[in-house]
């Protein structure tokens, strides 16, 4: 797979495996890398994030957005964000002003204010090779069962035109 011909956009939202779940599932996504993102200045640490290469003719850039602001929470500061940053991690300097409007539209869609932030993506960590590819590997743990399940059956539930065919047949989210 040529990455050099797909559009990519990071993501930091609670666990990584859980974020990385939710894009693996989607149509047009081609390649999703789990590990820890940072960004510059207040925010150079690493957080769990991944990275999503995406065929935009086939999903789009605010799809991915919206997405990912309904399968994380997005709405409420905690004492773990430095570790799960709410995040879109941006490319270029256009991806960041269409993302921010993006961002502002989406807010109607919440009846609390969203947390999620805007950074400008700086370096990338990958995941041990053991956790990599989580749900795939062990859609039968418990921690799939209680976590990644249900982001994946509201998937289905609201976005199930972006579902990719092998995900929604999975017993795991179909019982």
């Given at each position: 797979?040529?990455?050099?011909?797909?559009?990519?956009?990071?993501?930091?939202?609670?666990?990584?495996?859980?974020?990385?779940?939710?894009?693996?599932?989607?149509?047009?996504?081609?390649?999703?890398?789990?590990?820890?993102?940072?960004?510059?200045?207040?925010?150079?640490?690493?957080?769990?994030?991944?990275?999503?290469?995406?065929?935009?003719?086939?999903?789009?850039?605010?799809?991915?957005?919206?997405?990912?602001?309904?399968?994380?929470n997005?709405?409420?500061?905690?004492?773990?964000?430095?570790?799960?940053?709410?995040?879109?991690?941006?490319?270029?300097?256009?991806?960041?002003?269409?993302?921010?409007?993006?961002?502002?539209?989406?807010?109607?869609?919440?009846?609390?204010?969203?947390?999620?932030?805007?950074?400008?993506?700086?370096?990338?960590?990958?995941?041990?090779?053991?956790?990599?590819?989580?749900?795939?590997?062990?859609?039968?743990?418990?921690f799939?069962?209680?976590?990644?399940?249900?982001?994946?059956?509201?998937?289905l539930?609201?976005?199930?035109?972006?579902?990719?065919?092998?995900?929604?047949?999975?017993p795991?989210?179909?019982?």
């Open positions: 797979m040529d990455l050099k011909t797909e559009d990519k956009i990071a993501f930091g939202g609670g666990c990584h495996w859980c974020t990385e779940a939710v894009f693996q599932s989607l149509k047009g996504v081609r390649l999703v890398e789990q590990g820890y993102v940072s960004s510059f200045n207040d925010n150079a640490s690493f957080s769990e994030a991944v990275i999503v290469y995406y065929n935009p003719k086939e999903i789009s850039e605010d799809i991915l957005l919206e997405i990912h602001l309904h399968t994380h997005s709405r409420s500061n905690h004492s773990m964000r430095e570790k799960y940053r709410s995040a879109v991690y941006v490319f270029s300097e256009g991806q960041e002003h269409r993302l921010q409007n993006e961002l502002n539209r989406f807010q109607n869609q919440f009846d609390n204010r969203l947390v999620t932030k805007i950074y400008w993506f700086n370096q990338f960590e990958s995941s041990r090779e053991s956790i990599r590819n989580y749900y795939l590997k062990n859609p039968e743990k418990p799939c069962k209680r976590f990644i399940n249900p982001r994946l059956s509201f998937l539930e609201h976005y199930s035109g972006f579902i990719k065919p092998s995900f929604t047949t999975s795991a989210i179909n019982p």
